[in-house]
């Protein structure tokens, strides 16, 4: 097993990894609530998932990695109140939740397949593990960590100690951020529910020591972890927005019932933004991979605009900004399939080649450096063409998953879109000039374009062409 180093968000630092029981990891990833479409921001912390686990097995890990689908239990707010979202969906849209769920629960798997993601092994849907929540619940009400209301039984986070250590806000904090409490039973405004009493026209309900009633949001995570990765586990995934309330209160909720600290990892993707801002219904800017696919996008270029921002970095979604990293991709594509047909190098290439194939994968196994990794890979493929381009891209192809040696995809409408022939053979001799350093033959054939009124925006990979 090779080396591999992690930024632990608990800790702050960036650690080596060591996994309780070599070779395998075991990983937890919170999945999504299927009451609707997935969006970019969702997907981009799935491709975030799915590097952590592509690296993990390529450095000779056996994966034992769970992902849980929400199909009951959270709220349309992060406090305890507001519909369930899965009712909400299924009352709009006249349908039963498990029809709503087993609909989104579909077009998000086919999602995961069109952006290389692997499914990971075990998947663990809320609805099916109900009695398990249950007694978890009834473990800390013994425990004297619950305590029941006329509405549920709530987590009373003045008992638990490291309340708040992810996130590193005390209880004070937890409090002051609380909105007014609803519910005038519950000893803190912060305190949260384990378990909801239903009522009579709650959709989804189950019998339950308190009545009939739904589990809440976090208990779902902590119980399904606990059921499938044990007391311990290697590593929790998740994004940023999960850190204060989700993950915190799944803190407490499992090292209570343990009495010990169960997540030795904790890994946070950063947010995608739109323009700059929030994605939001009102703003139109939501948009979901069919969105991009209509638009002439393909799921790979945005899996590689993905991979090229730091999974711990915010990144901002413009079509401008998914537009060049379209034409990078596609570029970078064409060059490695097109190393198949070529000849096998000189040594002395041949190194070079095995070198930035080494350097790839450095970069990956250092924190899932992968934007430096499309760096490396991308000097790689300016090495004088051969077939040793196109089998290390092969071999890389199990960490990148980006098909990077396939033959290219369709250009892409957005890319050629209204531009002739001529001109984008001005653009490419431009670019060659470019690679050589030729500066002067460069900046000649930039006039050229500019005369014909394009303009061309160079990148550190690649360059884009615009209609001015
Ligand atoms: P949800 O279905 O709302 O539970 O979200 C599924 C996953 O997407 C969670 O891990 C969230 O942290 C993550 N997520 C939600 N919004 C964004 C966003 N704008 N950018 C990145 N990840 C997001
Ligand atoms: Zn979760």
């Given at each position: 097993?090779?080396?591999?180093?992690?930024?632990?968000?608990?800790?702050?630092?960036?650690?080596?990894?060591?996994?309780?029981?070599?070779?395998?990891?075991?990983?937890?990833?919170?999945?999504?609530?299927?009451?609707?479409?997935?969006?970019?921001?969702?997907?981009?912390?799935?491709?975030?998932?799915?590097?952590?686990?592509?690296?993990?097995?390529?450095?000779?890990?056996?994966?034992?990695?769970?992902?849980?689908?929400?199909?009951?239990?959270?709220?349309?707010?992060?406090?305890?109140?507001?519909?369930?979202?899965?009712?909400?969906?299924?009352?709009?849209?006249?349908?039963?939740?498990?029809?709503?769920?087993?609909?989104?629960?579909?077009?998000?798997?086919?999602?995961?397949?069109?952006?290389?993601?692997?499914?990971?092994?075990?998947?663990?849907?809320?609805?099916?593990?109900?009695?398990?929540?249950?007694?978890?619940?009834?473990?800390?009400?013994?425990?004297?960590?619950?305590?029941?209301?006329?509405?549920?039984?709530?987590?009373?986070?003045?008992?638990?100690?490291?309340?708040?250590?992810?996130?590193?806000?005390?209880?004070?904090?937890?409090?002051?951020?609380?909105?007014?409490?609803?519910?005038?039973?519950?000893?803190?405004?912060?305190?949260?529910?384990?378990?909801?009493?239903?009522?009579?026209?709650?959709?989804?309900?189950?019998?339950?020591?308190?009545?009939?009633?739904?589990?809440?949001?976090?208990?779902?995570?902590?119980?399904?972890?606990?059921?499938?990765?044990?007391?311990?586990?290697?590593?929790?995934?998740?994004?940023?927005?999960?850190?204060?309330?989700?993950?915190?209160?799944?803190?407490?909720?499992?090292?209570?019932?343990?009495?010990?600290?169960?997540?030795?990892?904790?890994?946070?993707?950063?947010?995608?933004?739109?323009?700059?801002?929030?994605?939001?219904?009102?703003?139109?800017?939501?948009?979901?991979?069919?969105?991009?696919?209509?638009?002439?996008?393909?799921?790979?270029?945005?899996?590689?605009?993905?991979?090229?921002?730091?999974?711990?970095?915010?990144?901002?979604?413009?079509?401008?900004?998914?537009?060049?990293?379209?034409?990078?991709?596609?570029?970078l594509r064409s060059a490695i399939s097109a190393c198949k047909a070529a000849k096998s190098a000189d040594s002395e290439t041949a190194q070079k080649v095995e070198n930035q194939k080494a350097a790839v994968i450095a970069a990956v196994y250092d924190d899932l450096n992968f934007p430096l990794a499309l760096g490396e890979l991308w000097t790689m493929a300016k090495l004088p063409a051969c077939r040793q381009i196109y089998d290390a891209a092969e071999q890389l192809n199990d960490i990148l998953g980006l098909d990077l040696h396939l033959a290219p995809e369709q250009p892409n409408a957005h890319d050629d879109q209204a531009i002739p022939d001529d001109v984008k053979k001005i653009a490419e001799e431009r670019f060659a000039a470019r690679?050589?350093?030729?500066?002067?033959?460069?900046?000649?054939?930039?006039?050229?374009?500019?005369?014909?009124?394009?303009?061309?925006?160079?990148?550190?990979?690649?360059?884009?062409?615009?209609?001015?």
């Amino acid at each position: 097993m090779k080396k591999l180093q992690f930024y632990n968000t608990l800790t702050r630092k960036k650690e080596q990894f060591e996994p309780i029981a070599p070779p395998y990891v075991t990983t937890y990833s919170c999945g999504p609530t299927v009451y609707n479409y997935a969006h970019i921001g969702n997907l981009r912390t799935y491709v975030f998932m799915d590097e952590l686990r592509r690296t993990l097995k390529h450095a000779g890990y056996i994966t034992k990695s769970v992902m849980n689908i929400t199909d009951v239990g959270h709220l349309m707010s992060d406090g305890d109140d507001g519909e369930d979202k899965m009712q909400s969906a299924a009352k709009k849209q006249n349908k039963s939740p498990e029809e709503i769920a087993a609909f989104y629960s579909e077009v998000f798997f086919k999602d995961l397949a069109r952006l290389n993601i692997l499914t990971p092994e075990i998947i663990a849907k809320a609805t099916d593990n109900i009695d398990e929540m249950i007694e978890f619940v009834q473990k800390l009400c013994e425990l004297g960590y619950g305590y029941e209301t006329d509405d549920g039984i709530y987590f009373d986070i003045s008992k638990f100690d490291g309340y708040g250590k992810l996130s590193r806000c005390n209880i004070e904090d937890a409090l002051a951020g609380a909105r007014v409490a609803i519910n005038t039973q519950k000893r803190h405004p912060a305190d949260f529910a384990l378990w909801k009493k239903a009522e009579k026209n709650h959709i989804m309900q189950w019998a339950s020591p308190w009545g009939m009633g739904y589990p809440g949001w976090h208990i779902e995570c902590s119980t399904m972890s606990k059921k499938f990765l044990g007391e311990r586990f290697d590593i929790h995934t998740g994004g940023v927005d999960h850190i204060p309330i989700h993950h915190e209160n799944e803190i407490a909720q499992s090292e209570s019932l343990e009495g010990h600290q169960v997540v030795n990892l904790w890994m946070h993707g950063e947010f995608m933004l739109v323009d700059g801002g929030k994605m939001s219904k009102s703003l139109g800017n939501v948009y979901t991979i069919d969105d991009l696919i209509a638009k002439g996008y393909s799921p790979l270029a945005f899996r590689y605009f993905c991979m090229n921002t730091h999974y711990r970095n915010k990144l901002n979604f413009t079509f401008d900004g998914l537009s060049s990293a379209a034409t990078a991709y596609n570029r970078l594509r064409s060059a490695i399939s097109a190393c198949k047909a070529a000849k096998s190098a000189d040594s002395e290439t041949a190194q070079k080649v095995e070198n930035q194939k080494a350097a790839v994968i450095a970069a990956v196994y250092d924190d899932l450096n992968f934007p430096l990794a499309l760096g490396e890979l991308w000097t790689m493929a300016k090495l004088p063409a051969c077939r040793q381009i196109y089998d290390a891209a092969e071999q890389l192809n199990d960490i990148l998953g980006l098909d990077l040696h396939l033959a290219p995809e369709q250009p892409n409408a957005h890319d050629d879109q209204a531009i002739p022939d001529d001109v984008k053979k001005i653009a490419e001799e431009r670019f060659a000039a470019r690679q050589n350093k030729d500066w002067a033959t460069s900046d000649a054939l930039r006039t050229k374009l500019d005369e014909l009124g394009y303009t061309v925006l160079d990148s550190k990979t690649g360059y884009e062409l615009k209609k001015k």
